[in-house]
């Protein structure tokens, strides 16, 4: 599908052609030295001449949280706006403003604690936005509380014995709400960062990216086990469209289906890569399925890369097409007429 912004900005003639250093700013990031949001933020940076948008259509809605300074940090139109409600004022400004390419940089506390309910009823009605949400899963800024991603049994400022409650699998919700495009990378991979990044900014809808983002003071190594040079091979696997889920520190581990449940095998099992389960991005049952791999066996790889894309229309879209339509068979509304209508009433 072409890209709406694509095509605005060939018709309006003007200058795409950017540099990285075009969206940085010149005031300091003070995020702690090590925070895994400066690998998000440079990538971000980098993408964004790629993307042929003229730099006043770019838009950066953030939350609260060490997450919620991102929109500081990237030199385009911005909101920092408050916490939980970076996603409803990010659908707002989409439907009044389709032209702009609008991204939400949000916090797991954020996104899924007290603007859960905004992130699940953007994903249903699949309004486009790019929402890269920075899972470390803790509170960082109001100093080390547990939030809805925080493993069973961590200690935390707030949980002194341990989390009770099992966490959200994040992109699980996002297929589970309806989110057409559901990826999942971390802070060091620039690679699947930019290959994710550039996919949801071509997607028609929304894309929900969680990104494991490393905090070196609250949550430090929370997820070494696959972000780590030395396990990750271990303990992820990359999924591509139309590729075999293949993982392993020598490449010889894959999945296959057991039923309807992944199953790990092995080459010196005598099973062939031919065997493994290829990834079909535009599978929903699929997507669910590895999605949650890892979560609850803990034998199975975490998923990375792009788990579900698929193509539906975006409310956007079909808020554009309602309005034309009801303007064709009713004329454009006079705004005059409208308010000096027959419900009006003067004042004595
Ligand atoms: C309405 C409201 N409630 C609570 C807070 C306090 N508060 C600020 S940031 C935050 C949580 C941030 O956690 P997360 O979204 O995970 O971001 P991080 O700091 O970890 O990046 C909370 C509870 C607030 N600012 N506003
Ligand atoms: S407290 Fe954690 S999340 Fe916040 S800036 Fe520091 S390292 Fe990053």
Same mark, same amino acid.
């Given at each position: 599908?072409?890209?709406?912004?694509?095509?605005?900005?060939?018709?309006?003639?003007?200058?795409?052609?950017?540099?990285?250093?075009?969206?940085? *700013?010149?005031?300091?990031?003070?995020?702690?030295?090590?925070?895994?949001?400066?690998?998000?933020?440079?990538?971000?940076?980098?993408?964004?001449?790629?993307?042929?948008?003229?730099?006043?259509?770019?838009?950066?809605?953030?939350?609260?949280?060490?997450?919620?300074?991102?929109?500081?940090?990237?030199?385009?139109?911005?909101?920092?706006?408050?916490?939980?409600?970076?996603?409803?004022?990010?659908?707002?400004?989409?439907?009044?403003?389709?032209?702009?390419?609008?991204?939400?940089?949000?916090?797991?506390?954020?996104?899924?604690?007290?603007?859960?309910?905004?992130?699940?009823?953007?994903?249903?009605?699949?309004?486009?936005?790019?929402?890269? &949400?920075?899972?470390?899963?803790?509170?960082?800024?109001?100093?080390?509380?547990?939030?809805?991603?925080?493993?069973?049994?961590?200690?935390?400022?707030?949980?002194?014995?341990?989390?009770?409650?099992?966490?959200?699998?994040?992109?699980?919700?996002?297929?589970?709400?309806?989110?057409?495009?559901?990826?999942?990378?971390?802070?060091?991979?620039?690679?699947? &960062?930019?290959?994710?990044?550039?996919?949801?900014?071509?997607?028609?809808?929304?894309?929900?990216?969680?990104?494991?983002?490393?905090?070196?003071?609250?949550?430090?190594?929370?997820?070494?086990?696959?972000?780590?040079?030395?396990?990750?091979?271990?303990?992820?696997?990359?999924?591509?469209?139309?590729?075999?889920?293949?993982?392993?520190?020598?490449?010889?581990?894959?999945?296959?289906?057991?039923?309807?449940?992944?199953?790990?095998?092995?080459?010196?099992?005598?099973?062939? *890569?031919?065997?493994?389960?290829?990834?079909?991005?535009?599978?929903?049952?699929?997507?669910?399925?590895?999605?949650? &791999?890892?979560?609850?066996?803990?034998?199975?790889?975490?998923? &990375?890369?792009?788990?579900?894309?698929? *193509?539906?229309?975006?409310?956007?879209?079909?808020?554009?097409?309602?309005?034309?339509?009801?303007?064709?068979?009713?004329?454009?509304?006079?705004?005059?007429?409208?308010?000096?209508?027959?419900?009006?009433? *003067?004042?004595?």
């Amino acid at each position: 599908m072409t890209n709406i912004l694509e095509e605005i900005s060939k018709s309006c003639g003007c200058d795409t052609t950017y540099k990285p250093a075009d969206f940085k *700013v010149e005031n300091d990031v003070r995020w702690c030295s090590g925070c895994g949001s400066y690998g998000i933020l440079s990538q971000v940076q980098k993408i964004l001449p790629e993307l042929g948008v003229p730099k006043e259509k770019f838009v950066f809605i953030s939350g609260i949280g060490c997450s919620g300074r991102f929109s500081y940090y990237v030199d385009t139109y911005g909101f920092h706006s408050i916490h939980g409600r970076p996603i409803a004022i990010a659908s707002g400004l989409k439907l009044a403003r389709p032209d702009l390419s609008v991204w939400v940089a949000t916090g797991d506390g954020d996104c899924m604690s007290i603007g859960g309910n905004h992130m699940i009823h953007a994903c249903r009605r699949n309004i486009n936005l790019n929402v890269l &949400m920075f899972n470390n899963e803790v509170y960082s800024l109001t100093k080390g509380q547990y939030s809805p991603t925080s493993q069973q049994g961590q200690v935390t400022k707030s949980s002194p014995l341990g989390v009770l409650e099992e966490p959200f699998v994040p992109a699980g919700l996002a297929l589970g709400s309806g989110a057409t495009m559901v990826g999942r990378g971390f802070d060091r991979d620039a690679a699947g &960062m930019k290959n994710m990044f550039k996919a949801a900014h071509d997607h028609q809808g929304l894309s929900f990216i969680e990104l494991y983002t490393n905090c070196v003071i609250f949550n430090d190594s929370a997820f070494d086990p696959f972000t780590s040079r030395q396990s990750r091979k271990e303990h992820t696997v990359n999924v591509e469209h139309g590729k075999p889920l293949v993982f392993g520190e020598n490449d010889d581990k894959g999945i296959i289906m057991d039923g309807f449940k992944p199953k790990v095998v092995s080459l010196a099992d005598g099973y062939s *890569v031919s065997d493994f389960l290829v990834h079909d991005q535009h599978d929903v049952a699929l997507a669910y399925i590895i999605a949650q &791999m890892s979560y609850h066996n803990p034998e199975l790889p975490r998923a &990375m890369g792009i788990l579900q894309s698929i *193509v539906k229309p975006s409310y956007d879209q079909l808020t554009e097409a309602q309005i034309a339509h009801e303007q064709e068979a009713k004329g454009k509304p006079d705004v005059q007429k409208l308010l000096r209508g027959k419900d009006s009433w *003067v004042v004595e």
